[in-house]
């Protein structure tokens, strides 16, 4: 029996290692669905704004050719 190598491993190695993928799978879904908050409010009211809101000015163009170019 050599089951060091997925190729080579028979089919209780393989139903070993679908059976623990499909378990670990329900377990993060549990996770997921128990770490909803059920507390007062939508989503949309619970955000509030911490900082300044920063508007973009105008664009500027550069017509410049200070720089040298490099051949």
């Given at each position: 029996m050599t089951n060091h190598s997925l190729v080579s491993a028979d089919r209780a190695t393989h139903f070993k290692i679908a059976a623990i993928a499909v378990?670990?799978?329900?377990?993060?879904v549990a996770?997921?669905?128990r770490a909803r908050t059920t507390e007062g409010g939508s989503v949309t009211t619970r955000i509030e704004a911490t900082?300044?809101?920063v508007k973009a000015g105008k664009p500027v163009t550069s017509a410049s050719s200070d720089s040298s170019s490099i051949r």
């Open positions: 378990a670990a799978a329900i377990v993060v996770v997921g669905l900082s300044t809101v």
